[in-house]
């Protein structure tokens, strides 16, 4: 049997998983001889060993597509769903999979929760390295991931598309971009379109002040402004009462204080859900100018990949297969500057990369005149 590895990709897809698997592929074949073969939709796939080989005619074709060809899924490998109402423990039959296949190493593309899930299969001896990716750029231990360059590309365009509307119109456009908690998407599309407010979750807002802003425009002869609010974003109250519930939920020791916690928080969030729409209306108050609001939603993952998410995606995966070939796995394959390192899973786990707030991009936006709302 040739050397085999395997492959999966998990959470929300992303630009430029096609291109990493077919560079997993491409030079595990012609660098080291082995074979790789897909898992589909994700560890549930693995779980139900549904496998398929990628030979040299799987992949080819495939650099530019949008999307994953092997299908994914949001499931936790220790906790999954399997359809009779009580999540299980799913890896020891992973395992078996991994064993029966004989595989080197499993592959796992994906974000926070991929990556968590990877090291609850590495604890039970399984072979796994993983490559970051997500739009959100919030995966800890790496400087970047890839899937967010077209994300940001994608958002650029389509407010770069909606200034003019809102100048024609006189209103204050609102667009909520993704980025799950985190700002990065938001803070590189809004800058790179010329927003005028951009609201993330790093910094809690004030609605006052962003009314101020608008108000300031409206005086200065710009009667209209865009305002570009991260999903994750929290108005300053907001901000107080969800670190409220984090706390509550840190310190409850029993199970029936956990659960209870854990209800707090989701109809905390669950109200939240319509934050975006809420702003508007309350800027459109402060200001007398009209609102209208825009959710880009899943169209910034769509689609095909930037040339430089398809460049990163494809260096990924080559190092990726070099450290698998040097025994190298428990590991991220993490961009570090100019080069490419293996970090630890433990390392960078169950952690998230917010925005610093001494970032090159918050210091141009506040330099450009860009409110931040607070
Ligand atoms: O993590 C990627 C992401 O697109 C986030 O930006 C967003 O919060 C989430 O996934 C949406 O998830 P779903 O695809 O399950 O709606």
Known sequence: MPRTIGILTAGGDSPGLNAAIRAVGKSAARTYGMQLIGFRDGFRGLMENRFVRLGPEDLAGILDRGGTILGTSRTRVH?????????????????????????????????????????????????????PKTIDNDVYGTDVTFGYDTAVNIATEAIDRLHS???????IVVVEVMGHNTGWLALASGIASGADVILIPEVPYDVDAVADKILQRKTA?????????????????????????????????????????KREIE??????LRSTERLAEELEERTGLESRVTILGHVQRGGTPSPADRLLATRLGVACVDFIAEGRVGVMVAVRGESVEAVDLKEVAG???????????IHSARRLGIALGD
């Open 165 to 171: 509307t809102a100048h024609s119109h006189h209103r």
């Open 79 to 131: 906790k999954m769903d399997i359809g009779n109402g009580k999540p299980m423990d799913m890896r020891p039959m992973m395992k078996r999979n991994v064993e029966e296949h004989q595989l080197e190493a499993l592959v796992c593309l994906g974000g926070g929760g991929t990556i968590k899930n990877a090291l609850r299969l590495a604890e039970v001896g399984i072979p796994v390295i993983c490559l």
């Open 351 to 361: 952690k998230r990369r917010m925005v610093p707030l001494d970032h090159p991009m």
């Open 221 to 261: 002869g710009s009667p209209f402004s865009i305002v570009v609010v991260a999903e994750g974003a929290m108005s300053r109250e907001a901000a107080e009462t969800f670190a409220k519930l984090e706390a509550r939920k840190q310190q409850a020791s029993t199970d029936e204080e956990k659960q209870a916690a």
């Open 267 to 272: 109809a905390f969030e669950q109200a939240q």
